[in-house]
């Protein structure tokens, strides 16, 4: 599976971004994906998860009531829509995948498939 993330760019404080994730091959629906992001100098660290065959979403902290993630399986794409934007967002954002489910979906290690990256800039 190859995974191919964009969507970010500069926005402000308050605005909306989403980004899309389209993946190769055509087993989509089987794969948990989730989405990860990185920020200057710090660990990567979770954002978001859309289990397999409908399964659970689970969302970070610092972003539920503000981030939807969705999938469009016909599309073999994953969205994260980002409202209220805030300057700590910024990052680069990652989605990932594996096949059927994963035991700790907060966990990076549990995914064996990863885009390049899509850079957010909230500016102040």
């Known amino acids: 599976v190859q995974l191919q993330a964009s969507g970010g760019g500069l926005v402000q404080t308050g605005d909306s971004l989403r980004l899309s994730c389209v993946a190769s091959?055509?087993?989509?629906?089987?794969?948990?994906m989730a989405w990860f992001r990185r920020a200057p100098g710090k660990e990567r660290e979770f954002v978001a998860v859309?289990?397999?065959?409908?399964?659970?979403?689970s969302y970070a902290d610092s972003v539920k009531g503000r981030f939807a993630i969705s999938r469009d399986n016909d599309k073999n794409t994953v969205y994260l829509q980002m409202n209220s934007l805030k300057p700590e967002d910024t990052a680069v954002y990652y989605c990932?995948?594996?096949?059927?489910?994963?035991?700790?979906?907060?966990?990076?290690?549990?995914?064996?498939?990863w885009g390049q990256g899509t850079q957010v800039t909230v500016s102040s």
């Open positions: 990932a995948a594996d096949r059927l489910g994963v035991t700790n979906p907060s966990d990076a290690n549990e995914y064996t498939y």
């Open positions: 859309d289990g397999w065959n409908g399964g659970r979403q």
């Open positions: 091959g055509r087993t989509f629906d089987i794969y948990t």
